[in-house]
């Protein structure tokens, strides 16, 4: 057990864009991305991936530098991701919802010198550009770039593949993508990902979702993730881009398209499942609902699958672990588990405080270590952020069974997930506290029946403010923050409170202001 996922060697391409080599000469005509009308196939998806690397060698001599795609689902983000790594750069993978500051925040600490941008984020890109010195180039992707991925004519009518030799240089052991995910300081690290976390993590996605060539997947996902992408290409398995926000439309796409697998966030399958037309709708050819991200509740998948007579099973993973590390059996799931470790994984769970190693069935901090763990965070030399034997401390809590599933019991860190998207609390404090009105704010993840979690917050108003005015102040900060930040970092309840309890060193205690903001909400 302890040298698995050492042995664990999968013939997978030695590089990221490798991926698409192979499914392009296994089926060249066979659909790879669906898109609206727009079909792709996996050879015309690998010669779009080299047009755009030679673009890239023009736009951005050398190899080496970050070129940073941030798009909603377009077939444009798998050209400019691939083609990154064909070209023999690295692939920052950017959240296209972030506004402005933490936009600004990601590109400096990637260091980006180019990025692919849809026309939604290009304008947010405008305002800071002036700030990011090392940002050379800018591409239009996506609807409204004109048609595909958009470079300067000259570009496009540079000699084709052949000419390229692209990402020669790049071994499987060298940083193909760099992901950026929130900590406990409310500011992003960025993740080394190597060609090989990303190719064998793709493989064993395909193998625990039982992909192939005749599967078709449905990503109903606000953004494009590379762990849906990567694991359909490894699979030459057809992916359907459904862009509708709102459940029906996934159900609608699947019946279309005659999806096999239906990928979805735990927020939108838990309003499918409280939906009045339930009973209405039919998925015929679907076998399995995938939700990932965060905890979806067992009454929604139970329901689900009474409706569908569809398993609907869920798995776990980090941005550290390219990302999936669990995958509960697609065929038979167990109620609020995320199953077992993919193939050549280890997962034990130790204590918070001695770190000794638990047995199964005690709750501790869930720790991880794979052939897809994370090469280290940038900044630092390999295996920053990994214990020295290469095991990643996760900051969950949970359990293992005897049987080796996994069982998430709460978060060890201060942030939460809300549909799906991860809120740093502090990130949102800063915000509040610009305010004129705001003297101290703490923000906390409150329960919610479809996100998972949303933001709620504690504020302690300027004296100025008086008791007929409490209201009024609170909505003004509230609607500063969402002027200010994603939906997904917006505060749905906030209450006024003469100061904020801390404790006798001087720390914020989050659960038990959580537990007094409730006290307020319930006595409302």
Not at 55 to 64: D, F, N, Q, V
Request: with cysteine; hydrophobic share 45%.
């Amino acid at each position: 057990m302890a040298d698995r996922h050492r042995q664990y060697v999968p013939d997978v391409p030695r590089r990221l864009d490798g991926l698409v080599t192979e499914a392009a000469a296994a089926a060249p005509d066979r659909t790879a991305l669906i898109h609206g009308a727009d079909r792709v196939t996996y050879g015309e998806l690998d010669r779009r991936v080299t047009a755009a690397a030679v673009a890239l060698r023009t736009l951005l001599p050398g190899t080496g530098g970050t070129v940073a795609v941030a798009s909603v689902l377009h077939p444009d983000f798998a050209v400019a991701y691939y083609a990154a790594a064909r070209a023999g750069h690295v692939a920052a993978v950017v959240n296209p919802l972030l506004r402005e500051e933490d936009l600004l925040h990601v590109l400096t600490l990637g260091r980006a010198r180019l990025v692919f941008a849809d026309p939604a984020l290009y304008g947010r890109l405008a305002a800071v550009r002036d700030r990011l010195p090392e940002l050379e180039q800018v591409v239009l992707i996506g609807d409204g770039a004109g048609g595909g991925l958009t470079t300067p004519s000259a570009v496009v009518d540079a000699p084709p593949a052949g000419g390229v030799r692209p990402g020669e240089a790049a071994g499987p052991d060298d940083v193909a993508c760099v992901q950026f995910t929130s900590g406990t300081t409310g500011r992003p690290k960025a993740v080394r990902l190597t060609h090989r976390n990303l190719t064998v993590n793709a493989d064993q996605i395909a193998v625990a979702h039982r992909l192939t060539g005749t599967s078709v997947t449905v990503n109903h996902l606000p953004t494009f993730h590379p762990m849906h992408l990567n694991s359909a290409v490894r699979a030459a398995a057809t992916q359907v881009l459904c862009t509708g926000p709102e459940p029906h439309h996934a159900v609608a796409a699947a019946n279309e398209h005659g999806a096999t697998h239906l990928y979805s966030l735990p927020v939108r399958l838990a309003r499918l499942a409280a939906a009045p037309d339930l009973d209405e709708l039919r998925l015929r050819t679907v076998t399995r609902i995938a939700s990932g991200g965060s905890g979806l509740p067992v009454a929604a998948a139970a329901r689900l699958t009474a409706r569908f007579g569809i398993p609907v099973f869920q798995g776990y993973g980090l941005a550290e672990t390219s990302p999936l590390t669990h995958s509960d059996d697609p065929d038979h799931p167990v109620p609020g588990s995320v199953g077992r470790p993919v193939a050549g994984t280890e997962c034990r769970v130790v204590d918070v405080e001695s770190r000794a190693v638990l047995p199964a069935g005690s709750v501790g901090e869930v720790q991880l270590r794979g052939p897809q763990v994370m090469k280290g965070y940038l900044g630092g030399p390999d295996g920053t952020g990994l214990e020295p034997d290469g095991w990643l401390s996760t900051g969950d809590a949970g359990r293992v069974d005897d049987e080796g599933r996994l069982f998430l019991v709460d978060r060890l860190k201060d942030v939460f997930k809300c549909d799906n998207f991860l809120v740093a609390p502090t990130e949102v404090e800063l915000v509040l506290a610009r305010h004129p009105l705001v003297r101290e704010a703490v923000v906390v993840d409150l329960p919610d029946e479809f996100s998972g979690a949303v933001a709620g917050a504690l504020l302690v108003l300027d004296p100025s403010v008086t008791a007929d005015g409490t209201g009024q102040a609170v909505a003004e900060a509230v609607a500063y923050v969402g002027d200010r930040l994603p939906y997904y970092q917006h505060i749905r309840h906030a209450r006024a409170v003469e100061a904020i309890p801390r404790s006798g060193n001087g720390k914020i205690q989050r659960r038990l202001l959580r537990e007094q903001l409730l006290g307020l909400l319930a006595g409302a």
